[in-house]
């Protein structure tokens, strides 16, 4: 049976919480030895949502996102579906992927990273968004 983490809203800027991330698991090392992920998942973490707004960036929309995802057992049939109002509900100009598979490439396990360790990456992350 999967542990249900109790958890409240999102009322904090996450935004910075990558970097914070990446510098726990040893910035030098991590950026050398994944430079391709490190770079993608730099650019999202820079990437506005939409223009004008900053309480969330591409990435921590989607990690945030993910999290609802896992802790409420949606489908990918529903995350799409809900990918797919959100963006609508959203300016035209947003970054919000359109799909599951989108979501997924975004937070993607390739480049080297084992599945584990991205896993324990996004563990910690919303560990420390109190997601």
Known sequence: MPTVFRTEPVDQDIGDCI???ICDLGHECFQQAHAPLYKKIESDSMK???EGYTSFTRLSAVLALVS???RFWWSDKIFTEFLVLLKKMLPKDNTLPK???EAKKILSCGNGIPKKSMHALM???CTKISL
């Open 19 to 21: 970097e914070d991330m």
């Open 48 to 50: 506005s949502l939409y």
């Open 68 to 70: 609802l995802k896992a």
């Open 99 to 101: 799909n599951q598979y």
């Open 123 to 125: 563990i910690a992350h």
